[in-house]
């Protein structure tokens, strides 16, 4: 996600706000990110959790009955919930609050490099040793816990959300253009260029919050390189200038040339986008499970609602990636701050925790872990069965997104020369001409 320019008057705010959250903590912590079970009574208090999720989402949603729940039992004890559903406001938050050392009890982040830092300065609970110690580890599908690790292994955000990206496809507008669903990706240019022929946008793109079009760089590296190219990449072991990243210049320049995108895709946003497709008037969107409630169920308009279908990311020639690895997300995770961790905070953890997957996966939604099943809501298509049952089945490895891995200023000038190559206003060439400089320029920044 992108980093906004850091205004005097927001870095005033948001020292005030760091001052506030100082006060959310009144008892003292080891601050040993290892020690997951400390000594101590339990002492019911107020404590804050910094989220970047919607006010009325489903995890906010499950975890305040939670805590409600809890509090139910330990008077005095409160979840402050602080939301700033915008990522990259968010994250100028996050990353203030961190370098004053005002992070509250719980906060929200990816398994980002800046996050890294945290945990090597020691400022993180290890996760991985918590979620042992208070025997929740094997409940949890590995898959989710592997996108919240960091490069070596070791785990430090706790997943809170399962998702699965489909390509979602419009059957009836396939066979007006007579395509077929795409084998691998090299199949995508002349897939297009056949349903503008016939007169039908191929692809819905939510252009505006360019993140969706990013996804589409990382697929065909991660088909050819795997999840490690991009690893690479961030810690300057890697260049565009290699094979996997020269492939997924060219190919984003082929689905410009081949018009595989909306006209004016660079300023539609996430709802135009699906309405696009939604409204039969695309034939493909791009977009994962936490749309089910859109995409399969009788919200759907009936026009359009039996005629709708989902691929998986195609392969390629050569690929290194299974069929059933994709990009399969646990959402931005949570980390729990280890200057602040005491008996109280691990005790509502070990209460949220193992009460969470219930309660999640009663509304619908999938559940990182495998201990609760999804229920599946009246109304519901067949796809809604079997989108959930596909989860079960997806592989080990998994393509991440690229904005929740390269640093902020790379990945702003990312999306943005990535948008001028699709519209065909910069070349390849020049693409990773860039791109590479970029990332020398801001490799130790």
Known sequence: MSRPHRSAALLAGLAASALALAGCSGTTASSDPADVDPDGEIVAREISWLLSRPADG???????????????????????????????????????????????????????????????????????????????????????LAYQRFDDGSLYMVPFEFQLEFFWYNTDLFAEAGVQVPATLDDFPQMCEQLSAAGITPIALDGADQWPLERYLAYYPFRMAGPEYVQDLKNGDASFADPAGRAAAEWMHALGEAGCFADGFSSTGYADAQALFTSGRA????????????????????????????????TIDGAVTADNEYVTPSGIGMAVNAKTYDPLVRDFLAFA??????????????????????????????LYTRAVEQADGVGEAIAMPWDTQLDPATNTRLQQ?????????????QFIETMDATLAENLDG
């Open 58 to 144: 489903g995890v906010i949603t499950a975890m305040q009955q939670i805590a409600d729940e809890y509090a139910d039992e330990h008077p005095g004890f409160a979840l402050n919930l602080i939301t700033t559903p915008d990522r990259p406001s968010y994250i100028q938050k996050y990353e203030t609050l961190a370098a004053a050392n005002k992070l509250p009890e719980l906060f929200d982040t990816d398994a980002t490099p800046f996050a890294q830092k945290l945990a090597d300065q020691g400022r993180m609970v290890d996760v991985e040793l918590l979620l042992e110690d208070l025997g929740l580890a094997d409940d949890y599908r590995e898959a989710a």
């Open 417 to 429: 020369e990535l948008t001028l190559l699709v519209q065909g206003e910069i070349t390849p060439d």
């Open 283 to 314: 034939a493909i969107y791009n977009i994962g499970t936490w749309e089910l409630g859109s995409l399969a169920t009788d919200a759907l308009d009936p026009a359009v609602r039996d005629a709708v279908d989902y691929f998986t990311l195609p």
């Open 353 to 382: 925790l193992e009460r969470y997957p219930e309660v999640y996966a009663a509304t619908g939604a999938l559940s990182p872990t495998t201990t609760s099943e999804t229920a599946i809501p009246e109304g519901a298509t067949d």
